[in-house]
């Protein structure tokens, strides 16, 4: 199902995909008690990917990531209370776990891959070869680790492990509760993966799937984008990335002609500085419709959805506030930097107001992108209440 | 209002809208802002504008965008 998609993004990266294999189904794995989905509201849950973080707060939990090596530990002192692994995962810390539910949340994909160019040079007979060596290689990897599962399942019921099995009922449950998300999710992947998550509507998904390669965010906080970018913030990161390429040309310059030719323009601290100023201000617009700005989950965790979206509104009235009382006083102080006259005492002499404007660009962008966003969790209230808008 | 209560306010402010899950930026922004206008009225407002600008235009800080600019091109390059 994934494959057309997975080839072409490992096309993009000069990659040839030979052959793919997946690793046991991800379950939950619990120091307490651990046996239904409603078991799940309020135990710190370790995961390893934003969807599976969404996934336990969805159900009343906190999502708490962390790096392998930390896991016994932190299950030892009751950092966590429970950790997202296949069965062979839960075999190694089986000292320190108690409980098993069996609910399939996602499934890793593994890919191999050969470098395209290198792969072209290879013999078509040989391409071949390699291609069957593969897929013969992959699927002993796979039938291996299933056996190992199903073992590891058995080793941790005879070490007196409370397993149970998710009913029906609540995989339906599960499926239905992360429905909505995944069409957000989509959206944040670009037009294929949301092509592919409109075409897969109809069948059933593991309830918090594993991404494919390629197409990973590293943001946790990109899965809750509720906008979309538009021209606003298009010009804006369209301006960032400029203004980078300024900086690293500037700079770089600065740096060749200072150790080769001993000598400096003198106008890299000035420009480089300004560059500072257009990223850091043009950028916030962008960051606001992408949710890129960090949140504290403690207590959004425990929230309800309907809870989440009504305490996004007021902070994003707050923003707005904010925002707008900014532009003012930045709109105020470019004003006063154009009426004085101001210069900047270095080798290029610049006018202030020139490099001041982009204060102002940023912050009636970061105003729009606030109101838009203010605007989307409106509808999406109304949405959860159930009331239409008028002539809907 | 005397200043003590002032800064306990603004700093129970931004700890209620940290917890609460604001985005971080504004959590720090918004009690700011209200200190400003606790301290000194609209008046104090008037100094935003430049400490925006002054605390961000340093030649020292542009090793930030960079430094993170370092890995994406690592990873972009396979």
């Known amino acids: 199902m994934l494959r057309p998609y997975v080839e072409k993004a490992f096309a993009a990266k000069g990659s040839v995909m030979l052959g793919e294999y997946i690793y046991p189904v991800q379950v939950v794995w619990g120091r307490k008690k651990l046996s239904s989905l409603d078991d799940i509201k309020g135990l710190k849950l370790r995961v390893a990917s934003p969807e599976q973080g969404e996934f336990v707060r969805r159900f009343g939990g906190t999502s708490i990531t962390m790096g392998a090596p930390e896991v016994p530990s932190a299950l030892d002192r009751g950092v966590v209370d429970g950790i997202f692994t296949a069965g062979v995962g839960a075999v190694l810390w089986k000292d320190l776990l108690k409980y098993g539910y069996l609910i399939s949340v996602n499934v890793n994909n593994s890919y191999v891959i050969a470098n395209a160019e290198a792969y072209r040079k290879l013999t078509p007979a040989v391409q071949g070869q390699l291609r069957e060596a593969v897929v013969a290689g992959a699927r002993w990897n796979q039938d291996a680790m299933k056996q190992e599962e199903g073992e590891a399942v058995q080793t941790l019921t005879a070490a007196n492990y409370v397993i149970t099995r998710a009913t029906q009922d609540e995989l339906a449950k599960a499926s239905a509760t992360m429905k909505p998300y995944w069409t957000e999710w989509a959206k944040t992947r670009g037009p294929d993966v949301e092509d592919r998550a409109r075409q897969g509507t109809s069948r059933a998904r593991p309830v918090a799937m594993g991404e494919a390669a390629g197409q990973r965010k590293s943001s946790a906080a990109l899965a809750k984008q509720a906008i979309a970018e538009t021209r606003v913030e298009l010009f804006c990161k369209g301006l960032c990335v400029a203004a980078l390429i300024v900086m690293l040309v500037v700079i770089g310059t600065d740096i060749l002609t200072r150790s080769l030719l001993n000598f400096s323009f003198e106008i890299s601290d000035e420009l480089g500085g300004y560059m500072l100023v257009l990223i850091s201000f043009v950028s916030l617009s962008v960051c606001q419709v992408n949710d890129s700005f960090h949140h504290v989950e403690f207590v959004q965790a425990r929230l309800s959805e309907r809870g989440r979206v009504i305490s996004r509104l007021i902070f994003d009235g707050l923003s707005l506030g904010f925002a707008l009382l900014l532009a003012w006083q930045l709109v105020r102080f470019e004003l006063s930097s154009w009426r004085s006259g101001d210069q900047a005492p270095t080798y290029l002499a610049t006018p202030l107001w020139l490099p001041r404007i982009v204060l102002v660009i940023g912050a009636a962008a970061l105003c729009v992108s606030v109101a838009r966003t203010l605007i989307g969790h409106a509808r999406k209230l109304r949405r959860l209440t159930g009331i239409q808008p008028h002539g809907s | ?78």
């Open chain 2, 1 to 78: 209002m005397g200043p003590e209560l002032q800064i306990l306010l603004t700093f129970a402010l931004f700890l209620g809208l940290l917890t609460a899950g604001m985005a971080v930026p504004f959590a720090i922004a918004v009690p700011a802002v209200v200190y400003l206008l606790l301290q000194g009225g609209l008046p104090a407002l008037n100094s935003l504008g430049l400490v925006s600008w002054g605390s961000m235009n340093s030649f020292t800080l542009t090793c930030v965008p960079l430094f993170m600019l370092m890995p994406r091109s690592f990873g972009s390059a396979g």
